[in-house]
């Protein structure tokens, strides 16, 4: 009879392991250093993070930390958001301001509290956040559309203001999220596609194309770009489609009509509105088949870039603003212009023109050929980066008029490209950026966000969404403080602009404490004028103590963690450094089309507007 130790390593993570409880593994993990390396496995924490608590790790490229995030998140995380105050998408009452300099911005991180929930994953919209739980609850606050809305409305109309968080009363847990403009998608674990025009109204999406019964046509990924959705299935075929114009948005609107001409049964409430009832939104659900997506082209001939794949698939989608961006499992970057699709007939000629090859997906070698990657004037002049001799792109992101290259590990690169990039178009690229563990990228109107792999998050751009901090406490001439003291001083009277923020610099979690508190960021959202992070404590000595009310701003309105912490203490990942690394980000693609199109050039824009 064999000994559990003289098994296959892949049977036991795979097959054993899975079966019994944290508390149990980690007893197994001690008992010997067969186990206790077991126990290091960066899958197996993976996989019990997706199982345990929900966590996808969809929206960032981490490959690394499981093991400690699990140690973390099964005590608790916590929700910080900044920025645009307007249309409730702080989701809190917010504290007063000093001046009309600082009016209508939340300019540090303020915690969100959501009681008894564990929140796992962050997506914002234009004027709105959504939040996944550990149970696979969709949370949502703010507006999903930025209209006007009246408070007699529900939550059919889009319009509608959501001032705290609400849970959205679906059948299903949901798995991932994505969010456009003034719409949401979310896919949960049976593999259907979830579409939000209202948070009232949800409606499952079920085209033919996305059959479960066939397992090439399983969907892996949901992606919304600015007007437009986006699927990826199993086999890596590509589709699009528009819930906000055409004909899935003609069907949207006669299940509105139809709802609302169907009284409820006899002694049953009346949700047709979907009102929040003890902070859950009574969602009318509905489905909506018969209307197929547009699939995309399938790929053009590409070179080999990894030995072992000879028939490269898309295995990742980014969604811009009239673009795709696709990633192969062998590392190819491609690039697809669909152009406005909500234009009369944008489908049909859409169709015709792939059929005829007058819209085709483009390879982008400069953003991921290892000759092509090096002969950058960036990484030729520089010998402080390098770039691996196999360089391996393994995420891609894409927003409004940008989208991002990526590879992971302590010789990250990071490339970003604009939306009319052709095959020639060279990256850019941000020298204090590579080589650093870069995971994530984020992008809002004006700011943008880098989460690095060692839980650090910086910012940069306009001051009205970089969380650094209050300007009045913070060192004129420094990140988030004004430029001068004269600045600061005549503020109090005057409106007076925040400078733009160049440098990225770190964002802090610690303020109103007395105790400035360490603390590990796993995930990170942008869109609109404001931003969120997810973040864990890396201090847990202690309970956190606020400042007397007298250092801190009046409000305008008055299963496992203890197993873990016990067994192995504190488990850092080994790629924590204390302190931080200014590093200075450029203005990608200064192009852009109105408000909320994109990065802007470093104009502080009117905060009342």
Known sequence: MSKLDQLPQ???????????????????F????????????EVFWKRRLREDFNYSNASNARSSGFK????????????????????????????????ASTRGKQLWPLELKLPGTRVVELAAGGWSFTALDSKGRIHVWGQLDGAWGLQRDGFTFSSKQASTPAILNLPKP???????????????????????????????????????????????????????????????????????YGEIKRRYEQMEEA????????????????????????????????????????LPELPVLDPAITQPKLIKLGAGDHFVVGLTDAGHVLKLNIG???????????????????????????????????????????????????????????????????????DSIVLMGPNDATPETKPSVISTLQNKGVISIVIGD?????????????????????????????????????????????????????????????????????KKRERFVFAAAAAGWHMGALVVDLDQSDEEEEEPTVDSPPTDDENSASSLG????????????????????????????????????????????
Not at 265 to 282: E, N
Not at 283 to 295: A, I, T, W, Y
Not at 453 to 468: D, H, M, Q, R
């Open 340 to 410: 406005d699709i909500n234009e009369p007939d944008a489908i049909s000629t859409l169709t015709d023109s792939f059929k005829k090859g007058l819209r085709a997906w483009e390879f982008l070698p400069n953003f991921c050929q290892t000759s092509s990657v090096k002969a950058l004037d960036e990484f030729k002049s520089q010998e402080t980066i390098r770039v691996p001799d196999r360089l391996k792109i393994t995420h891609i992101s894409a927003h409004f008029l940008t989208f991002v290259a990526y590879s992971t590990g302590p």
């Open 174 to 244: 949901i798995q991932t999220l994505s969010c456009g403009r003034n719409f949401m998608t979310a896919l949960d674990h049976d593999g259907d596609v979830w579409c939000f025009n209202s948070w009232g109204i949800p409606f499952q999406y079920q085209p033919n194309a996305f059959d479960h019964s066939i397992p090439d046509r399983k969907i892996i990924q949901v992606e919304c770009g600015w007007s437009f959705v986006s699927a990826l299935t199993e086999s890596g075929t590509a589709y699009v489609w528009n819930v906000t």
């Open 446 to 514: 004006y700011h943008f966000g880098a989460l690095l792999e060692n839980g650090k998050l910086l910012s940069w751009g306009a001051s009205t969404a970089t969380g650094l901090g209050d300007p009045y406490e913070i060192e004129p001439g420094k990140p988030g403080g004004f430029a001068t003291s004269q600045h600061r001083d005549r503020s109090l009277e005057v409106y007076q602009n925040l400078p733009n923020i160049e440098v990225p610099t770190e964002v802090t979690f610690s303020h109103g404490l007395k």
């Open 10 to 28: 892949e049977l036991l993570l795979d097959d054993l392991l899975p079966l019994i409880s944290v508390k149990d593994s980690l007893s197994l």
């Open 30 to 41: 001690q008992t010997n250093r067969f186990f206790a390396k077991l126990g290091d496995d």
């Open 68 to 99: 400690f995030l699990y140690s973390r998140l099964s005590a608790h995380s916590k929700l910080f958001v900044w920025g645009g105050t307007g249309e409730g998408r702080m989701g809190r009452k917010i504290p007063t301001t000093r001046s």
């Open 566 to 609: 016990a067994a192995h203490g504190h488990i850092f990942p080994p790629y924590i450094i204390r302190g931080s690394f200014p590093i200075r980000f450029g203005q990608p693609f200064a192009a852009a089309r109105g408000r909320g199109r994109g990065y802007q050039p470093p104009v502080q824009p009117n905060p009342d507007t």
């Open 259 to 298: 709802l609302a001409n169907s009284p409820p049964p006899d002694g049953q409430p009346d949700y047709r509105s979907a009102p929040l009832v003890d902070g859950v939104i009574q969602c009318q659900v509905q489905r909506l088949q018969g209307c197929e997506p547009l699939v995309l082209p399938d």
